[in-house]
C-alpha cells in the first residue's frame, strides 16, 4: 500500500500558477506510475495527468495540455503538477494516485492509492 500526502494547493487569480507535490511512501516509488486527478463540486472526478515510472511517457488530459506539466522525483519519492495559466475552470479539489503498475496509467481503475486532495481555486 501506498500513503500519498498532497500539497500546494490554495487561492490564485486567472492566470497564475501553483504547483502542487504529492509526497509518497509506503513502497518503492520508482516502481509505479503516478497520476493526478482533479474533482469540481457536483462533477466526477476527471483525469488530469499522468506520469510513468521513469518520467516518461506523461499524457495529459486536453484541457491542460500545454498548460500543466507533471514531473517525478524519484530520489525524494516526490510527484509534481506544475499548473500555469490557471483558470476559473480548474477550480477543483487535485487528488495525487498511485497507479498499479510502473507503467503510466490513464484509467481510473488502474490506481489504487489515493491522497486526501489538495483545494485549487482560481479566482476570475
Known amino acids: 500500500q501506498v500513503q500519498l500526502v498532497e500539497s500546494g494547493g490554495g487561492l490564485v487569480q486567472a492566470g497564475g500558477s501553483l504547483r502542487l507535490s504529492c509526497a509518497a511512501s509506503?513502497?518503492?516509488?520508482?516502481?509505479?506510475?503516478m497520476g493526478w486527478f482533479r474533482q469540481a463540486p457536483g462533477k466526477e472526478r476527471e483525469f488530469v495527468a499522468a506520469?510513468?515510472?521513469?518520467?516518461?511517457?506523461?499524457s495529459y488530459a486536453d484541457s491542460v495540455k500545454g498548460r500543466f506539466s507533471i514531473s517525478r522525483d524519484n530520489a525524494n519519492d516526490t510527484v509534481y503538477l506544475q499548473m500555469n495559466r490557471l483558470k476559473p475552470e480548474d477550480t477543483a479539489v487535485y487528488y495525487c494516485?498511485?497507479?498499479?503498475?510502473?507503467?503510466?496509467?490513464?484509467?481510473?481503475?488502474?490506481?489504487?492509492?489515493w491522497g486526501q486532495g489538495t483545494q485549487v481555486t482560481v479566482s476570475s
Open positions: 494516485a498511485a497507479c498499479n503498475y510502473g507503467s503510466i496509467c490513464l484509467r481510473r481503475a488502474d490506481f489504487g492509492s
Open positions: 509506503g513502497r518503492t516509488f520508482s516502481s509505479y506510475g
Open positions: 506520469i510513468a515510472w521513469s518520467g516518461g511517457p506523461v
